[in-house]
């Protein structure tokens, strides 16, 4: 069974890591996540990106 997740974010890198997390725990393991950077400006994209898992999309837009 594979399921999708979207993950709308703005400045929330300290909340990201935790959502991450949480997705990767599953016990299903074919699952896509899709991460929507709405423009941050603080460490957000770095820590998506320190996440080395194909099924992890990241999509940052320059502007919120």
């Keep these: 069974m594979r399921f999708s997740t979207i993950i709308p974010t703005y400045n929330r890198g300290f909340?990201?890591?935790?959502a991450?997390?949480?997705i990767l725990s599953q016990s299903i393991k074919d699952w896509e996540l899709i991460?929507?950077?709405d423009g941050s400006t603080d460490n957000t994209e770095k820590i998506v990106k320190n996440f080395y898992d194909k099924r992890i999309k990241y999509f940052k837009f320059p502007k919120n």
């Design 20 to 22: 991450i997390d949480s």
């Design 15 to 18: 909340t990201i890591k935790r």
């Design 35 to 37: 991460v929507v950077d």
